[in-house]
Structures are given as C-alpha cells and as structure tokens.
C-alpha cells in the first residue's frame, strides 16, 4: 500500500485567507479615505494662514506708511471675501499709545461645514 500526498490548500484555507485579504484591503481603503481628508483640511487651513498673515502684512505697512503711525485713512476695520474666504478685521482703541489690537475673524467651509477661527496681532505705531 502505497501512500499519496497531494499538495496544495485546502477549501477552508482558501476561504480563510480570502476573508482575510478582504479584511486587509477595507482597512487601507478606509484609511486612504481618511488621508485625503486630512490634506483637504490641511488645505483649507494652510489658505487661510497665508490669507491671514498677508492680511496682517498689509495692515502693518499702512501702520507704518503715515507720521505718526497708524493716522491713515485706510488703516480701518474691513471686510472682504476672496476664493471662498471671508475676512473681518477689527482695529481696536489703542491698548498703550504705541500700539493697537487687531483681530480677524476668518470664515470658510472645510470639509463642507462652516467654520470660522479668529486671530489676533498687536501692531506697533511708532
């Protein structure tokens, strides 16, 4: 009597491990998903940084473009929208006679809610 051995898996190993590639691939698909979300709200916030910090540049050098600082007209509070973002800035009454408080409040969608952050910045009038 002669024993044979086949090679080879069996109907139960092959159904394992196709459950468990299926597995395997949901989590990345899930992941890649999650992923590109983040880099569409990196995205929004990175816009609004540089809309932010060119707003606040520009403001300073209005500050500095008159003598005596800050006496231009056209250092005032604003409001302007621009690719889907809406800017407000607020120039306060001077918290000593050298300087002056700016907020901004920033508003625009990310993730296709609205959300708005607010920032603030002394600016120097010497």
């Known amino acids: 009597m002669s024993v044979r051995t086949r090679g080879g898996f069996t109907l139960i190993e092959v159904m394992i491990s196709v459950v468990l590639l299926t597995v395997g691939v949901m989590a990345l698909v899930g992941s ?3 992923t590109a979300r983040m ?3 990196g995205k929004s916030s990175t816009l609004v940084g540089q809309r932010t910090s060119s707003r606040f540049d520009y403001l300073r050098q ?3 473009s008159t003598s005596p600082a800050c006496t231009s007209a056209s250092f005032a509070n604003g409001d302007t929208t621009a690719h889907g973002v809406r800017e407000t ?3 306060t009454q001077p918290i000593s006679p050298n300087t002056r408080l700016i907020q901004m409040i920033v508003r625009y969608k ?3 809610r609205p959300v ?3 920032v603030q ?3 120097l009038c010497k």
């Open 32 to 34: 890649s998903a999650m």
């Open 39 to 41: 880099i569409g709200r």
């Open 62 to 64: 209005l500050a500095a």
């Open 89 to 91: 800035w607020t120039i």
């Open 110 to 112: 990310a993730a296709g």
């Open 116 to 118: 708005a952050d607010t």
């Open 121 to 123: 910045t002394l600016i």
